[in-house]
């Protein structure tokens, strides 16, 4: 009987305990597709399960009464729904995709972005170095992508049918005046920054906000690497370069400084070529950088840099003898202050001295020195999920003198500046980005708005059409000729974008259209604003890692037709410098310690008075090989062909071609630190 | 942030599923992991001003892509982990060593996916991350394990 009496207690108890367990069931959707692996939930407990591969799902939960259903799935707004719980049966569930927020949302249109400013990254320096014919220089390896032009004789970027000077860099947001090293005419030149400095360089060819002024066609903004963590030293040595640098970490700094020496006497001694150097060229570097933490909420970045370049040339029966002291050095400090509110203020200065004997007949002496002051500041505010804001002034303070006798000219002048700038996701997937620019120079006020509509319906498509005016001041050689005549040029750029991205894939299209006001125009030998001009053309660019494991394969393309009066020219037409057609190949291959590139870089014909260039054609082949975990050996070879490319024709019709046809490089790089294995920055 | 033996749990939890990875036999299948993963995001529900729940959450969520970097589930998975790191960074008293380490992981996971890309690509990333980690807190176990952890990889993929 005592036995009975327990069985029905503990069958009743049984009973209680499964009346008290709801069953809740139903399906997740978004719509049009079953999601697989949505997290279901009663809010407040463990109770739930995921879905399965068709979308349903079924739990038993001992809520009873109201009860709060949770549904979560990365990519979709959380689904919440309250009921009773014994309603919560044989549910349909739709789930609405997660708009992007206004911090989330990186809007790529005409913007090829390296390295992890921002999210992960696509490309690193590492990348930029093993880039086709590069051997190291961020310049050479940004002229694989489109809308940029081979410029043989000065290696300087030239964007979508746009001077050199059109495109200006910044690091860490403050103006760089001289980027470029420097060398004798029709010789190339490199940027003078290495790339291993840079954690992030963000290359815009165009439609770039109101931060940025005195750049008609694009701009090169640049973010040095993070305080470093811990101590790293390294060295490298090629046949034409030598580098020795180290960074030392403190609890919450960092102190870092690079030398190096760059000469091509070795290099000239053992291949031949067609100019005649009576010095080889010689370049010596050093640069400095401390960084500092303030909690975790303020970072200070300073940077100096110095460049000693000197180089001789027998030409025209006369030796040219060249020299250049270019120092840079920046300041910025960047601080969070809670709210969404950041705070960034810097200064930088540029000065370049260069002196060049015999620069036109022997005996005359060019000198020139420039220089500028960089001050900046600015505030940021994220208001909301749907806005940003920020806001910021600057000073360009700038002098320059030249004197090349009988000729010389001092000039004093500063241009001010200040930038608004709305960030606005105007509906879940469309994002609109005002901005206004606003210039004085000599009591001349200038106006420069600009604005990018967005689509961007997921993460693999987006639409944006980008239109804005820009500005910029001629060079001091033609403002010195404009005896105050000369205004800023303008150039109103439109811009359409569209790419598509997937795992393996992204293919960028983009058609564009600049118009040029205000060119300097000599009139009467006086330099006038009254050139013109129009640029129109389209850039495609894809890059693909599914032919095969390991290949990374791109194809960059641009169209570009380009007409101006301008400077000297007669009549209006096709800039000697533009080319219509430029298509660059490239493939990159890892096996094993081994990365294999291979670049073929095509350029139609320029025109100049004297006739048009052959097309210009390039193959290279790169290896990079880890030796060890601290040594890497990297060798390239630039046009395998040896094809002889005439860049340009001199004003008296002789073709200008490359001081030699191949050019090959070997280096090695060494990390003198234990635990600093496959890092050859020594920053 | 977390307590120091909720530290040592947590390193023990990813050597062991670290460890487990080449024993097939003892190998947590994918779903039995998502499970796991998906009742932690309960609890991270619970309590979503703690930041203890959350870290085992984006813990957990990388030991799974570790475990599983091709699974279809793996980036939604990693997204989860990126975006609960997120949250931390933006909580006051986060620990900053713990998001240090969970930094570093997200791109240890990353170079495991697909190390010949990722390999140069984020080792730095994943160095400085753990140096700052033990620099920040020198008992980090689960840093350093995770250090030692990733230049053992490094040096076997290396020396292949």
Not at chain 1, 578 to 607: F, P, Q
């Amino acid at each position: 009987m005592k036995h009975r009496m327990t069985h029905i207690v503990l069958l009743l108890l049984a009973v209680c305990n499964m009346t008290a367990q709801t069953i809740i069931s139903g399906t997740v959707t978004d719509g049009k597709e079953r999601l697989v692996g949505a997290n279901v939930f009663v809010l407040g407990t463990i109770d739930g399960c995921l879905t399965d591969s068709l979308g349903r799902f079924s739990f038993s939960t001992s809520q009873m009464g109201e009860t709060t259903l949770k549904v979560t799935f990365i990519g979709y707004d959380d689904f919440t729904l309250v009921a009773d719980a014994s309603q919560l049966h044989d549910l349909s569930i739709r789930m609405n995709e997660r708009a992007s927020t206004i911090d989330e949302v990186v809007v790529s249109a005409s913007t090829f972005s390296f390295g992890k400013s921002e999210h992960f990254k696509t490309m690193d320096a590492l990348d930029v170095v093993m880039a086709g014919n590069s051997c190291g220089d961020i310049v050479a390896a940004l002229q694989t992508l489109p809308g940029t032009q081979t410029v043989g004789e000065d290696g300087k970027l030239y964007v979508r049918g746009g001077e050199s000077e059109e495109c200006q860099t910044f690091i860490n947001g403050m103006h760089v005046l001289v980027p470029y090293s420097t060398n004798t005419e029709n010789t190339a030149v490199r940027g003078r920054f290495s790339p291993f400095l840079f954690k992030g360089i963000n290359f815009s060819l165009g439609g770039y906000s109101g931060e940025y002024g005195q750049a008609l066609s694009s701009v090169l903004p640049m973010e040095t690497a993070d305080m470093a963590t811990s101590d790293k030293y390294g060295v490298s040595a090629s046949l034409v370069d030598w580098n020795i640098g180290g960074t030392k970490a403190f609890t919450t700094s960092s102190l870092s400084f690079n030398a190096a020496l760059t000469s091509m006497g070795l290099y000239d001694r053992l291949f031949s070529q067609r100019q005649d150097f009576t010095r080889p060229y010689r370049k010596l570097s050093g640069e400095a950088q401390y960084k500092k933490e303030y909690g975790n909420t303020g970072v200070l970045k300073s940077y100096v840099g110095y460049d000693l370049t000197s180089v001789g040339l027998h030409t025209d029966e006369r030796n040219l003898s060249l020299k250049e002291h270019n120092f840079y050095a920046n300041v910025t400090y960047k601080a969070s202050m809670g709210r969404g509110l950041t705070f960034f203020t810097g200064i930088a200065n540029s000065s370049v001295f260069g002196d060049i004997d015999n620069a036109v007949t022997s005996g005359d002496h060019y000198h020139n020195f420039r220089n500028e002051v960089h001050l900046k500041t600015e505030i940021r505010k994220v208001c909301s999920e749907t806005l940003k804001l920020s806001t910021g002034v600057e000073d360009y303070i700038r002098s320059s003198h030249l004197s090349f006798a009988p000729y010389r000219y001092h000039l004093d002048y500063n241009i001010l500046a200040a930038h608004a700038d709305a960030q606005w996701r105007v509906f879940p997937h469309v994002f609109l980005n005002v901005s206004s620019r606003v210039e004085c120079m000599r009591n001349d006020w200038l106006l420069l708005p600009r604005t990018t509509l967005s689509y961007i319906p997921n993460k693999s498509v987006q639409f944006s059409f980008v239109a804005g005016r820009y500005s910029q001041m001629a060079k001091d050689d033609y403002l010195a000729q404009g005896l105050n005549s000369l205004s800023q040029s303008t150039a109103d750029h439109l811009i359409l974008s569209m790419q598509y991205k997937s795992k393996a894939t992204l293919l960028r299209i983009e058609p564009y259209w600049k118009e040029y006001h205000h060119l300097p125009f000599m009139e009467h030998a006086v330099c006038q604003p009254h050139g013109y001009g129009t640029s129109k053309g389209v850039d495609v660019f894809l890059e693909d890692h599914s032919l095969m494991r390991n290949l990374t394969t791109t194809v960059s393309y641009s169209y570009n037709d380009s007409k101006r009066l301008y400077l000297d020219y007669t009549e209006i037409r096709t800039p000697d410098y533009a080319s219509r057609h430029n298509l660059r190949l490239t493939a990159k291959y890892a096996i094993g310690k081994t990365i294999v590139g291979l670049t073929d870089s095509y350029t139609s014909g320029r025109v100049f008075p004297h006739g048009t260039t052959p097309y210009y054609n390039s193959v290279d082949v790169n290896l990079t090989y880890l030796l060890s975990p601290k040594v890497i050996v990297y060798t390239s070879l630039n046009n395998v062909l040896g094809r002889t490319n005439i860049f340009r024709y001199d004003s008296a019709g002789s073709p200008v071609t490359a001081s030699r046809d191949r050019f090959f490089y070997i280096g090695i790089f060494v990390s003198l630190k234990n635990n600093k294995a496959y890092d050859i920055s020594n920053f | 942030m977390t307590s120091q033996i909720s530290k040592q749990l947590a390193a023990i939890i990813v050597f062991v599923f670290i460890q487990v990875i080449n024993i097939q036999a003892q190998q947590p299948s994918a779903d039995d992991m998502l499970n796991h993963v998906a009742r932690l995001k309960r609890i991270e529900a619970m309590q979503p001003d703690s930041i203890g729940p959350k870290y085992q959450l984006a813990l957990q969520s990388l030991n799974f892509a570790v475990m599983y970097p091709h699974a279809p589930q793996t980036e939604n998975v990693l997204a989860q982990a990126e975006q609960t790191i997120g949250q931390m960074a933006k909580m006051k008293g986060a620990d900053q060593s713990d998001l240090c380490t969970l930094n570093g992981f997200l791109y240890m996971v990353r170079i495991v996916q697909n190390p010949a890309q990722n390999g140069q690509r984020y080792y730095i990333d994943v160095m400085q991350a753990f140096e700052k980690a033990l620099k920040l807190n020198p008992d980090n176990d689960l840093a350093r394990q995770l250090q030692q952890k990733f230049l053992e990889g490094m040096k076997q993929a290396t020396e292949r």
